[in-house]
C-alpha cells in the first residue's frame, strides 16, 4: 500500500490508550505512534521506546502538547472520563482527529461543548464504544437494520457485573466514588450498552427514560461482626469473606493487576513480598469491601419509551458470580437472544408454516480479543475513518454516539429524583 500511515500522539498513556496503541505495532503501514502526553514520565519513556519515537515528543500533559503546533494527524486520548472533554477541545482546535475514550462526557453540558467543538473545527471524532465492534453486536445490528426481526417492539438488554469486577473497580477502586471520579456508575460501566441500545434503534430516538437504583451491598452497616478495616492488617475473615483481597487480589495476582499494582508496574515481575508490602503500605485494594468511601449504586435500571412507542429496559446488576451481558430483541417479524461472553445468538422467525409455528437460527460468533474482538477491530476502523471520512456500521462518530449518553445523563437525573420521567430532547443537538 503507497498511503502514508496515519500518525498519532497518545493523549493519557495508562492501560487503554496502549491498547489502541498497540495496533501500530502489528499494522505498521496503517498507523504510526510519533508522540506522548502525560505528567508519569515513566509511562512516557516506556511509550518513547515502545513506539520508537524520539523523546523531544514526550509532553507532560494535554495541555502542552496543545501549546506546540500540531505534528500529527490524530490523537489517541486515554485520560480520565473528567478530563476527556477540556483534553480534547483545543486538540481539535489545532486540527488533531481524536479516538476518545468513553465516557468522551461526565455531564450534558460537557457532551455539548463536545459536539459544538467537533462540528465548529470539523475534524473527526470517534468514542470508544468497542462494543459495536465485537461481531457478535455488529451481526446483530446488521440483521436488525436489513430489517430481518420487522419493527422493533421491545429490547432489553442487562448487564450482570460480577463480585469481582465490582468491587474492584466499583467499589474499592477508580469508579467508586462520585465525586472523585466524576461519573456515576452508569455512566463508567454502562454507557457502553445503552450505546448498543440506542444503535439498534437508530434512527429511533428516545423519547423519555426513567430510572432506579440504589447502593445496598458494600455499606458499613452491612459488614460482617468483627470486620477489620484492612483484609490482611486486622481483619479476622482474611480467609473466609468473598471479597478478601487475600483470597481477590493475593491468591489470583493477575486479575485486574493494572489497578489493583499500580504502584507496582516500575518493577517487571513483582513477587508475593512485594504485593504484601504494597497492601502495608495503603494500597486502598487491601480495604474492608464493607468501609470504603463508595458512593455508586450497585444496581440500577433503566425504562425506555422511544418516539415510534417501542420500549426499552436496561439492567445493571453488580455483584453476580459471573460477568454477562444479554440481548433481547423482540419485532414484529421475529425475536433474537443473545448472550454476549458465548458469542452465540438466536433468531426465532414467526413461521406459521412450521410445526412450531417458529424458526429457530443458531448463530455462533464466539471470537477472541478484548471486548470480543472489539478493541483492535475500533483502532482499524478509526484509520479508515481518518483517511477516507468513511463510517462503517459500527461507526461510533460523535454524532452516532449522542442518543446514548443523553439516556444516560437522563436515567441517572431521574434516579436522582425518584424515578421521575425525563423527556429527550435532540433539537440541542
Ligand atoms: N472502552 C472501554 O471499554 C474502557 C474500559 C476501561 C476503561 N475505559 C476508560 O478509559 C479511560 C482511561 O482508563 P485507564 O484505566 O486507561 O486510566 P489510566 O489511569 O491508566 O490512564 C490515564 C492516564 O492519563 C494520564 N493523565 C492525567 N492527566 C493528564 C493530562 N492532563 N494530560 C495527559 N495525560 C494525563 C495519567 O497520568 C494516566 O497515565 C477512562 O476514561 C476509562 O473510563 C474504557
Redesign the pocket.
Known sequence: MSEQPVTAVI???????VIYADYSLAHPDELKIVGV????RE?CLMAAKRYGFSEENCFE???ALAARPRFADAVIN????H??VK?SIPLLRLGYDILL???FAVNEAEMRALDFAVKESGRRVMI?H?LRYAGFYREIRRRVAAGELGDIINIQLAEHVSFHHLSTSYVRGKWANSEKCKTSMLL?KSC?DLDIMMWMMNPVKPKKVSSVGARTQFRPENAPEGAGTRCTKDCPLVDTCRYSSKRLYLEHPDNWTMYVWADLEHIEHPTDEDRMNSFRNGNPYDRCIYKCDNDVVDHQSVLIEFEDGATGTFNMIGGSAKSMRTIHIIGTKGELYGEFESGKFTVSKIAPDEPELFADEEVDLSEGGG?GGGDEAIVEDFVRYVRTGEQSISCTAIDNSLAGHLTVFLADDSREHGGEVRECRFDKY
Open positions: 493523549v493519557g498513556c495508562g492501560h487503554r490508550a502526553a502525560d505528567p508519569n509511562r500533559s494535554a495541555e486515554g485520560t480520565m472520563d478530563q476527556h483534553t475514550e468513553k465516557p470508544c468497542v463508567a457502553h471486548h
